[in-house]
């Protein structure tokens, strides 16, 4: 079955614009969660959606934020972008019930000029 | 609050030898534990879980992790080393019994095989 899929894969951006990532989910998964990897701060928790509802959120401030669908496919939006948001991007799908894993997607690679 | 601590974040083994990660956690309810494998320039792929029952977890690609609660650890282990093995692991671990799901990444450990 198709995995997860994120689009763009690379995206260069400007000091003060904003963006938007897209993340489409295995097919039957509910949960989407999203994540940010940078070399100095690693794999960091940004926030979590199900069935539609922010079921968590992680210690980014509010230039971040997501939704999700009725499809289950997720974006993010970063708006006001500055240098220090330059990172990996990751996306996770699982079911979001019981003891299931979460299958990332490839990322999507935003660089801040 | 959960954490997970890897200890070096560069190993190197020769290829045919033993490979171990090693991974500590801290958590106040029964873990959900995970090992994930990144390649240069993708995601993360799952390489073994351990979520209740049998504490020696048997993953892909010949990796295999044991669980140990009075260690606090989830080392991971690969009896031989092969050069496509190089990659970034990551320990993870995750509260569901919260209905979070959110993961605890450690900061990696990047592993090297040499020829």
């Known amino acids: 079955k198709a995995g997860v899929t994120q689009t763009p894969r690379y995206l260069i951006k400007t000091r003060g614009q904003q963006v938007t990532l897209s993340c489409s989910p295995i097919s039957g998964h509910r949960s989407v969660s999203w994540y940010q990897q940078t070399p100095g701060q690693g794999l960091q928790f940004l926030f979590e959606y199900f069935s539609e509802t922010q079921r968590n959120k992680g210690n980014f401030p509010g230039r971040f934020s997501g939704r999700q669908f009725s499809n289950s496919r997720s974006e993010m939006n970063v708006s006001t972008l500055e240098l220090g948001d330059s990172a990996l991007y990751l996306c996770?799908?699982?079911f979001g019930t019981g003891n299931t894993e979460a299958f990332f997607g490839q990322g999507t690679r935003l660089t801040v000029v | 609050a959960q954490s997970v601590t890897q200890l070096g974040s560069h190993v190197s083994v020769s290829e045919g030898a033993l490979v171990l990660l090693r991974c500590n956690y801290s958590s106040s309810v029964p873990p959900y534990l995970f090992w994930y494998v990144q390649y240069p320039n993708q995601g993360l792929q799952l390489l073994l879980k351990y979520t209740t029952g049998a504490t020696l977890v048997k993953g892909i690609n010949g990796f295999e992790a044991e669980f140990k609660k009075s260690e606090t650890s989830f080392h991971l282990t690969k009896p031989s080393a092969h050069m496509s093995d190089a990659a970034e692991y990551f320990c993870a671990v995750s509260d569901v019994t919260s209905g979070t799901y959110k993961y605890i990444f450690g900061t990696g450990t990047r592993l090297k095989v040499l020829a």
């Open positions: 996770a799908s699982s």
